[in-house]
């Protein structure tokens, strides 16, 4: 049972199926107690965000994911100009560290922040929010999770045009 609600925590951070196969292999060799694992880049799994939960174009390049002694899993994600997450919340919380470009984040009824290369985001546990490029950069950040009860994250709506840029189209 346990297996499944990691496959299913791994679904919904990643919404792809080819997944499956890649995490499977993975968690053979990650569950060992006394052994060190080295995973290469060309060994992990990368993808495009889909259009459920992103607007734009997104890249997500996993660097792990949890396993029997870890609850945590991680991923480079780069935005390009324009494009964002779904809001969404993390039931155990989200740790964003920006390593390139300028971004936006934004929690639910605040303002929207501007984040740049080197700054380091909390969002606290249950909260809703966004996050992605600026319309004019690119921004690559690594987005640190922890699943509680099987579950890393909470998609929910896309954001609007006129919530990611706070001005309406011209009709």
């Not at 292999?25 to 060992?32: I, M």
């Amino acid at each position: 049972m346990k297996r499944k609600h990691i496959m299913f925590t791994i679904l919904s951070v990643v919404l792809v199926g080819g997944m499956l196969q890649q995490y499977a292999a993975a968690k053979k060799t990650t569950n060992a107690v006394n052994t060190l694992h080295v995973t290469h880049e060309a060994k992990r799994p990368s993808f495009q965000g889909g259009s459920k939960t992103f607007t734009g174009k997104a890249k997500i390049d996993m660097l792990f994911l949890p396993n029997a002694h870890r609850h945590a899993s991680a991923a480079n994600v780069t935005f390009q100009p324009g494009a964002r997450t779904a809001w969404h919340s993390h039931p155990a919380g989200q740790t964003l560290v920006v390593t390139s470009g300028t971004g936006w984040v934004q929690r639910w009824g605040k303002a929207k922040k501007v984040i740049k290369v080197g700054d380091v985001v909390w969002i606290p546990p249950n909260t809703k929010h966004w996050h992605g490029a600026t319309q004019k950069t690119s921004m690559t950040h690594t987005a640190i999770q922890e699943q509680r009860k099987g579950k890393v994250v909470t998609w929910m709506e896309l954001v609007s045009d006129l919530q990611y840029t706070g001005v309406k189209k011209k009709k």
